[in-house]
């Protein structure tokens, strides 16, 4: 028997799970589960304005882990054979020598990155940056943060020994390691996509000291112990390895999909974001790809060619919204019911626009939406949310063109995986959008593929394609098939004239 601990931090919740692999089976179960978000202040600068801040607590996400491992231990026993992480990808902070962090960790969504994408661009050509890298660009970069920092932060440099990314944090505070998986690291936009090393170019142009930045590591490479005093704390019997997973978590959650073919299997890793893309043997950094939006982020042994579109967060905030007018948060089944007695079509939207991405209220932003582009407001929630749900759909058949396209494939299967694979409204209407059979599941797919890479990493699979028995085998997976296909297509030609 082997026992592995997988820690999943998503940008709105946290998970652990428990991967046992016996004989020739494979079960997961979750151990502990806890909400978590960004914490906004709103404080002056040094000019006396007020401005907001978001930020992550990572101490809370890290006494989590802890709280996971005792779990563990009560459940299953003394012993584990290894750790792993996985995280959203971004963010992070700089340490001391002596460990210090030098300031709180930011949280993507903060609004000191809302221009830095144009000031990355005034330090080096776009189409030299995507050449290097193959990551579109994104205001939640990691090339933008780390620039911002030097722009703003530059003194605290000279006492800075090292950049830990958000899922090397936890390494460092569970075994005092210093690295970054080259799936995490891929989609910094500072990374070699072809040589998987940081790019000269890219921190030169910046004025970014390389020489701060972690080591770059393989996914399933085993970079360290659980530190003695952790394991004297929950009382294991010996030090488990830790294990680089494939910690950016949709490089995971691709890992996981049960595909039989990567050329035709669309996958999108539906949650907070949709990340909606094929997995290819080699990056493509053409300026075809460039001028899609696509990126080339590393997966385990291949490259996931995607686009980071925006998912589940914008029905999250409605949700949100709504239970702060009401003073009760609104049930999904409720959501779900109010969305199939809503008229069809009534509306669209297009999901990544600037608008939806960080609003003071998504209801508010949807109804802006729809005034600036000559479309009828919606008269009722279900109304608002069913534009959501038929907008998502259509613009994952907007993006797989794309890609279909740039890449030379043709989908013949989606496959639905993460959190949002549970969704059976979002499902159904993919399938019916796409007029192709959608394959759901599994809906821990992070956690699954996070357990996959510390397979690899410990010998009990030789490579991520021996992970797909086990799969298979272990997970509920979900079969939708296309209906009513007919009114989606001129809602599709309608729908590219509101996103182009």
Not at 177 to 195: F, G, N
Not at 401 to 422: A, C, D, F, L, W
Request: charged share 25%; glycine share 8%; hydrophobic share 40%.
């Amino acid at each position: 028997m082997k026992k592995i601990f997988a820690v999943d931090f998503g940008a709105s919740g946290g998970k652990c799970f428990a991967g046992i692999f016996e004989d020739d089976s494979f079960r997961m179960e979750e151990v502990h589960r806890f909400p978590h978000d960004g914490v906004s202040f709103f404080i002056p600068d040094e000019n006396g304005e007020q401005v907001s801040r978001d930020y992550w607590d990572v101490v809370k996400l890290y006494d989590n882990i802890l709280e996971g491992l005792h779990n563990f231990k009560r459940e299953y026993g003394d012993e584990i054979d290894s750790i792993g992480v996985d995280t959203w990808g971004a963010d992070g902070q700089f340490i001391t020598k002596d460990g210090d962090f030098l300031g709180k960790v930011y949280c993507y969504r903060d609004h000191r990155l809302d221009f830095m994408i144009d000031e990355v661009k005034t330090k080096i050509d776009p189409e030299t940056v995507y050449s290097i890298t193959g990551i579109h660009f994104q205001p939640f970069n990691l090339s933008n943060q780390l620039l911002w920092f030097v722009q703003n932060r530059k003194y605290l440099l000279d006492i800075a020994e090292s950049f830990l990314p958000i899922s090397s944090i936890f390494y460092y505070y569970l075994g005092n390691v210093k690295m970054v998986d080259s799936s995490w690291a891929s989609v910094t936009q500072l990374m070699d996509s072809k040589t998987k090393q940081w790019s000269d170019v890219m921190f030169d142009a910046l004025g970014i000291p390389i020489e701060k930045m972690p080591k770059i590591v393989e996914p399933g490479t085993i970079v360290g112990e659980l530190s003695d005093g952790i394991v004297d704390l929950i009382g294991l019997k010996s030090a488990p390895k830790l294990v680089a997973t494939a910690s950016h978590d949709t490089a995971s959650a691709f890992a996981s999909a049960p595909i039989d073919n990567p050329d035709e299997s669309l996958i999108i890793s539906s949650g907070t974001w949709s990340l909606v893309g094929k997995l290819i043997p080699e990056p493509i950094t053409s300026q075809e790809a460039a001028n899609a939006g696509l990126s080339n982020e590393g997966g385990i042994g291949n490259v996931r060619f995607l686009r980071n579109c925006m998912g589940t967060w914008i029905l999250q905030e409605l949700r949100r919204a709504w239970a702060v007018q009401d003073g009760v948060e609104t049930g999904w089944n409720v959501i779900e019911q109010q969305v199939n007695d809503a008229p069809e079509f009534s509306a669209f939207i297009d999901p990544d626009d600037t608008l939806f991405y960080n609003p003071k209220n998504m209801e508010d932003a949807i109804f802006e939406f729809c005034k600036k582009t000559g479309q009828k407001e919606p008269d009722s929630r279900g109304t608002t949310a069913r534009i959501v749900y038929e907008s998502l759909a259509l613009k994952y058949k907007y993006v797989n063109e794309m890609i279909s396209k740039v890449s030379s494939t043709v989908t013949k299967q989606i496959n639905i995986v993460g959190g949002g694979s549970k969704d059976v409204t979002l499902n159904q209407f993919t399938a019916d959008c796409f007029g192709l059979p959608v394959i759901a599941g599994p809906g821990d797919g992070t956690a699954v593929g996070n357990i996959m890479s510390q397979a690899l990493g410990i010998g009990i699979i030789d490579n991520i394609i021996d992970a797909q028995k086990y799969i298979r085998q272990a997970f509920e997976i979900k079969e939708f098939q296309p209906q009513n296909t007919a009114k989606w297509q001129p809602a599709y030609e309608q729908f590219k004239t509101i996103v182009q």
